[in-house]
């Protein structure tokens, strides 16, 4: 399928998901825009939307996978505790655009698997898409970056955790 020329947010259409910007955005950019997800907000920024901007609804976990695969990167405007969709999008070869804060500081490296706008407004957002260049983002090094945050590697981890912790404290008895 390759890299087709629109970007993808995905996820709960919630306020505090900060989707509006987004669609400002994007609406003042005129490039095409896929929204996949849906919620309490989806009514009010279709009705905000131009014509560039796809509304997909609540998609197959199969197409998601085709959504992110096909995006020439992936939008992350909101602040949660771990930037998991950046994941998402990397294991399936695409490099996202977060803002600088939360969750997506642990999971987004700039330069490798994404960058960030650094202000939570539109002009700062377009700026970065009118920047991008989703060729500079090399799909091995996404989905080595995904793999990283996989259940075994969390296992893995959780054990060697445990086990050092589990050593120092018989040491210290």
């Known amino acids: 399928m390759g890299k087709q020329d629109y970007f993808l947010l995905a996820g709960r259409l919630?306020?505090?998901k900060n989707n509006e910007l987004v669609i400002r955005a994007f609406n003042k950019l005129g490039l095409p825009l896929h929204v996949?997800?849906?919620g309490?907000?989806?009514a009010e920024l279709k009705a905000v939307a131009k014509q560039n901007i796809k509304f997909l609804g609540r998609v197959s976990d199969e197409l998601?996978?085709?959504e992110y695969s096909g995006a020439s990167g992936y939008i992350y405007p909101?602040?949660?505790d771990f930037g998991l969709m950046p994941l998402e999008a990397a294991g399936c070869g695409t490099a996202t655009l977060a803002i600088a804060k939360g969750g997506s500081l642990e999971t987004v490296l700039p330069g490798v698997t994404g960058e960030f706008f650094k202000e939570n407004n539109a002009e700062s957002l377009e700026q970065k898409v009118l920047?991008?260049?989703a060729a500079a983002y090399k799909e091995d090094t996404l989905k080595k970056h995904a793999a990283a945050?996989?259940?075994?590697a969390f296992i893995e981890k959780m054990r060697h955790i445990i086990g050092t912790s589990f050593k120092e404290?018989?040491?210290s008895k």
């Not at 945050?149 to 075994?152: D, L």
């Open 14 to 16: 919630q306020a505090h």
């Open 36 to 38: 996949v997800g849906t």
């Open 40 to 42: 309490r907000q989806e």
């Open 64 to 66: 998601l996978r085709d």
């Open 78 to 80: 909101q602040v949660e």
């Open 131 to 133: 920047a991008w260049d």
């Open 149 to 152: 945050f996989n259940k075994q």
């Open 169 to 171: 404290f018989i040491k």
